[in-house]
């Protein structure tokens, strides 16, 4: 399953650009929606799940990895964090420093284990992440985004400044 991107632009970004003139918009199901410039309800406790998601996907890349490799790999996550996926470099050090606290309580034994499980892992990292989108999709769109992921089908979200 492959996971679908999303481009967060977070409220202090989007109300600087509304006071520049410069509208941002999402493209969901092919609907173009302007954002709003202020803090959305729900949006902050949904960006710390996307935080935790990206502990717990980086946590178990470093578990596939031999533990000499890790903090080299890790660096390299956490760069990628803030150049790809536009996080702010402060959440990319929290996502790496909380996988790393986190890879160094489990044993050799341990992460061969993880490592052998890891089509059922990635399969689940990829239906949260679906949720996710959806979650946020939802959020975006003024309803009340479900708690249960469960209740949460596919979204699809890409959220541009317009200029694309």
Do not use: C
Not at 53 to 59: A, D, E, G, S
Not at 101 to 107: E, K, L
Not at 137 to 149: H, N, Q, R
């Amino acid at each position: 399953m492959k996971t679908v991107p999303l481009n967060y632009i977070a409220p202090s970004t989007r109300a600087t650009m509304s006071l520049l003139g410069v509208p941002l918009v999402a493209n969901i199901a092919g609907e173009t929606v302007t954002l709003p410039p202020h803090e959305m309800p729900g949006e902050i406790e949904w960006r710390v799940e996307v935080l935790k998601w990206h502990v717990r996907k980086t946590f178990y890349f470093l578990a596939s990895l031999p533990s000499s490799e890790r903090i080299q790999k890790l660096l390299q996550v956490e760069q990628s964090l803030i150049t790809k996926s536009h996080f702010h470099t402060l959440e990319a050090q929290a996502v790496a420093e909380a996988a790393l606290v986190s890879i160094q309580d489990v044993s050799d034994e341990d992460a061969a284990n993880l490592k052998k499980a890891r089509k059922l892992i990635d399969g689940r990292l990829a239906t949260e992440w679906s949720a996710l989108v959806s979650r946020y999709t939802k959020i975006i769109l003024g309803e009340k985004p479900a708690e249960d992921a469960a209740n949460v089908g596919p979204g699809d979200a890409h959220v541009s400044s317009g200029n694309e």
